[in-house]
């Protein structure tokens, strides 16, 4: 990225984080009676590798999912999802648990793990790059909320429920990674394993 596009992207950070400050802190508590339901997918591959994705706001790697449609079961909906994030097709191998997530924008993440069993992997506009990494070492880039359910897939324990709660430290901690990830440019996601 060039020195002036740099700069560009540094001058949205304000705006950006202010709608994400609302979207996380004021929205939810003004228009969603019911918490919100994600999904979200482990994805291994053959070398027991983890796919991750580069958001782009707040800009940090995650895991593929999204929010069910309406009348979308589940299953239907992490698979639509991660061929819309990722390109690849999965199988679902089991479920990883379910993540109430307290504090900052509040809801129910039912992660699963899974396993590709065809597609591409191709980017698309939720995630501008993609990337395998070795779950036993994730990237500093990781968002916080990923991390607990990531443990948990690799523990080979069984479905858990947990309670987390996104509080001022997960906050800060965010700003900080979109923060590195724009003052090094696109070419900062984190070298694959």
Not at 84 to 111: D, N, S, W, Y
Not at 159 to 187: C, K, N
């Amino acid at each position: 990225m060039s020195p002036r596009g740099r700069l560009a992207d540094l001058a949205a950070l304000l705006p950006e984080h202010l709608r994400t400050a609302w979207w996380g802190l004021v929205s939810p508590r003004l228009s969603e009676r019911e918490p919100v339901v994600v999904v979200q997918a482990v994805i291994r591959d053959e070398r027991g590798r983890v796919l991750l994705g580069l958001r782009s706001d707040p800009r940090g790697l995650e895991l593929p999912g999204g929010h069910p449609e309406p009348g979308e079961d589940e299953l239907t909906a992490l698979r639509r999802e991660v061929r819309e994030e990722t390109g690849l097709r999965i199988e679902v191998v089991g479920p990883v648990g379910v993540f109430h997530r307290t504090g900052f924008r509040p809801h129910e993440a039912r992660v699963y793990l899974c396993r590709p069993v065809g597609g591409g992997l191709r980017t698309g506009p939720e995630s501008t790059r993609l990337g395998w990494f070795d779950p036993a070492r994730p990237p500093r880039e990781l968002l916080p909320w990923y991390r607990l359910p990531l443990r948990e897939a690799l523990s080979g324990g069984g479905p858990v429920e947990r309670v987390e709660h996104q509080g001022l430290g997960a906050i800060v901690e965010t700003l900080g990674i979109d923060l590195r990830m724009r003052l090094r440019g696109e070419s900062g996601l984190p070298r694959p394993s």
